[in-house]
């Protein structure tokens, strides 16, 4: 038989796998996995990595914050997600008080349609003033969002009862709850205290949203989830008091699932410390840690006490990031990651020993889309979408602003170099990027509409 297209001779790496063979495609879907296989058109993968295409559930494109809104659109966001080997994203939904859940939904997928590059699917938000609007949560859950965000902090913050109320709705269709876990009392309280004595640098940051407090709200988040009987997804987990409280429901047989991000595995809390703006462009929540608990997540990926590494990507503007610095709360909260994700882990997880192949593409492509629906992709094998990444584990990296493909002109990775990167990111059998290449054009992703 000739496919379309096969991708001969590679290290075909699976969650479960590593084999080598020959991958045969035609149309969207792969259609064999074997020796010998024949396309009209071939390329050859020897001494390369075949892997799952990447897929990120946690990002934030065009997302307004306040006065700003990220900088990297549906369009060169997910430029840069194919760059860096990731074929699927997940973004937001926010609901206006007076606005449907449906009509929010269409109206974010008007924005995303004509821009994507790669597929995507979206989370639906439930803020304080969605809580009226529950029973529409079924509709959602039909037209294909299927996972839903719970904040425990900002403006969008929920209380415990209305935690309650948004977890049993959300149950109740069998859908996933994500959950934004911080204490946000403590952390206001904290602020106050730091700007009344006029402790205002970034500095400060990391230090108003304490570590134990994290784990606090994570503990308190899981046993209200525990109550309604509800599966419970904690995002952007920063520290080892959240993860001992994951390991532990989990090890009570709770459906208790976590994810960790690039800021969190390659940073530390020294960078709040630089002059300037410099100090302003890592502010994030929960915000980056001291640099023992990198070591720490890497156990915890390992251990799968943490399923995923996803990237809260939500940068903005150096100019906006400087124009708050008179107080540190105040700085626009977000960082870029959505590139390097795939890249960073092989060689600070892979190549350090910290993780395997196999549980690389587990937390960066298979567990993904495991935990949130996403029924054909994530993995390699007939009849799933042909997402493939063709892995250069010997080609090397060094990330700078002009290096990446992202929109905010700053990285905190400067300087890194990685021995491991993507030559070529395949989307449904097409190739949309290849040796630095950008092949697809925008409003070819689709919105993958989500089910359990």
């Given at each position: 038989?000739?496919?379309?297209?096969?991708?001969?001779?590679?290290?075909?790496?699976?969650?479960?796998?590593?084999?080598?063979?020959?991958?045969?495609?035609?149309?969207?879907?792969?259609?064999?996995?074997?020796?010998?296989?024949?396309?009209?058109?071939?390329?050859?993968?020897?001494?390369?990595?075949?892997?799952?295409?990447?897929?990120?559930?946690?990002?934030?494109?065009?997302?307004?914050?306040?006065?700003?809104?990220?900088?990297?659109?549906?369009?060169?966001?997910?430029?840069?997600?194919?760059?860096?080997?990731?074929?699927?994203?997940?973004?937001?939904?926010?609901?206006?008080?007076?606005?449907?859940?449906?009509?929010?939904?269409?109206?974010?997928?008007?924005?995303?349609?004509?821009?994507?590059?790669i597929d995507y699917g979206l989370h639906m938000t439930i803020g304080p003033t969605d809580i009226a609007k529950?029973?529409?949560?079924?509709?959602?859950?039909?037209?294909?969002?299927?996972?839903?965000?719970?904040?425990?902090?900002?403006?969008?913050?929920?209380?415990?009862?209305?935690?309650?109320?948004?977890?049993?709705?959300?149950?109740?269709?069998?859908?996933?709850p994500v959950v934004h876990a911080e204490n946000w009392d403590v952390i206001c309280a904290l602020i106050a205290?730091?700007?009344?004595?006029?402790?205002?640098?970034?500095?400060?940051?990391?230090?108003?949203?304490?570590?134990l407090l994290e784990g606090e709200a994570a503990a308190r988040v899981i046993d209200i989830a525990d109550y309604?009987?509800?599966?419970?997804?904690?995002?952007?987990?920063?520290?080892?008091?959240?993860?001992?409280?994951?390991?532990?429901?989990?090890?009570?047989?709770?459906?208790?699932?976590?994810?960790?991000?690039?800021?969190?595995?390659?940073?530390?809390?020294?960078?709040?410390?630089?002059?300037?703006?410099?100090?302003?462009?890592?502010?994030?929540?929960?915000?980056?840690?001291?640099?023992?608990?990198?070591?720490?997540?890497?156990?915890?990926?390992?251990?799968?006490?943490?399923?995923?590494?996803?990237?809260?990507?939500?940068?903005?503007?150096?100019?906006?990031?400087?124009?708050?610095?008179?107080?540190?709360?105040?700085?626009?909260?977000?960082?870029?990651?959505?590139?390097?994700?795939?890249?960073?882990?092989?060689?600070?997880?892979?190549?350090?020993?910290?993780?395997?192949?196999?549980?690389?593409?587990?937390?960066?492509?298979?567990?993904?889309?495991?935990?949130?629906?996403?029924?054909?992709?994530?993995?390699?094998?007939?009849?799933?979408?042909?997402?493939?990444?063709?892995?250069?584990?010997?080609?090397?990296?060094?990330?700078?602003?002009?290096?990446?493909?992202?929109?905010?002109?700053?990285?905190?990775?400067?300087?890194?170099?990685?021995?491991?990167?993507?030559?070529?990111?395949?989307?449904?059998?097409?190739?949309?990027?290849?040796?630095?290449?950008?092949?697809?054009?925008?409003?070819?992703?689709?919105?993958?509409?989500?089910?359990?």
């Amino acid at each position: 038989m000739t496919y379309d297209l096969v991708i001969k001779n590679g290290t075909v790496v699976t969650a479960v796998s590593t084999t080598k063979a020959d991958i045969g495609i035609i149309g969207e879907k792969i259609a064999a996995i074997g020796q010998d296989l024949s396309g009209k058109r071939e390329i050859d993968a020897a001494g390369k990595l075949v892997t799952p295409g990447a897929i990120d559930v946690h990002v934030h494109l065009e997302m307004p914050i306040g006065d700003f809104i990220s900088t990297d659109d549906f369009y060169t966001g997910t430029r840069a997600a194919a760059f860096g080997g990731t074929t699927t994203i997940i973004d937001f939904v926010e609901t206006a008080p007076d606005e449907t859940m449906l009509a929010a939904l269409a109206a974010r997928r008007a924005k995303a349609d004509p821009k994507v590059l790669i597929d995507y699917g979206l989370h639906m938000t439930i803020g304080p003033t969605d809580i009226a609007k529950l029973d529409q949560i079924p509709g959602v859950y039909a037209a294909g969002c299927a996972s839903f965000k719970l904040y425990m902090a900002y403006g969008l913050r929920l209380h415990d009862g209305e935690l309650l109320q948004a977890l049993t709705a959300v149950c109740d269709v069998d859908g996933m709850p994500v959950v934004h876990a911080e204490n946000w009392d403590v952390i206001c309280a904290l602020i106050a205290q730091n700007v009344a004595g006029g402790r205002v640098e970034p500095h400060w940051h990391p230090r108003s949203r304490p570590a134990l407090l994290e784990g606090e709200a994570a503990a308190r988040v899981i046993d209200i989830a525990d109550y309604v009987g509800t599966r419970l997804y904690i995002f952007h987990v920063s520290c080892q008091e959240t993860v001992a409280q994951i390991a532990a429901a989990r090890l009570r047989g709770l459906p208790i699932y976590g994810e960790t991000c690039p800021q969190y595995l390659l940073l530390d809390w020294s960078l709040y410390d630089l002059p300037g703006v410099a100090g302003a462009l890592p502010v994030c929540s929960p915000p980056i840690r001291e640099q023992a608990q990198q070591t720490y997540l890497w156990q915890a990926l390992a251990q799968e006490n943490l399923q995923v590494v996803s990237t809260d990507h939500c940068p903005f503007a150096l100019d906006e990031k400087a124009s708050r610095l008179g107080n540190y709360s105040q700085i626009p909260g977000g960082v870029p990651s959505i590139e390097i994700r795939f890249g960073a882990v092989y060689q600070r997880g892979v190549q350090n020993g910290a993780l395997t192949l196999n549980q690389w593409v587990a937390a960066c492509c298979t567990r993904p889309a495991q935990l949130f629906g996403l029924q054909q992709k994530g993995d390699i094998a007939v009849g799933f979408d042909a997402d493939l990444v063709i892995f250069d584990p010997e080609r090397p990296f060094t990330v700078t602003p002009e290096s990446l493909h992202e929109a905010a002109g700053w990285t905190l990775y400067e300087g890194m170099s990685f021995l491991g990167w993507p030559q070529t990111t395949l989307s449904r059998g097409e190739i949309i990027v290849h040796d630095g290449e950008l092949l697809a054009q925008p409003g070819r992703g689709r919105f993958v509409k989500r089910a359990f």
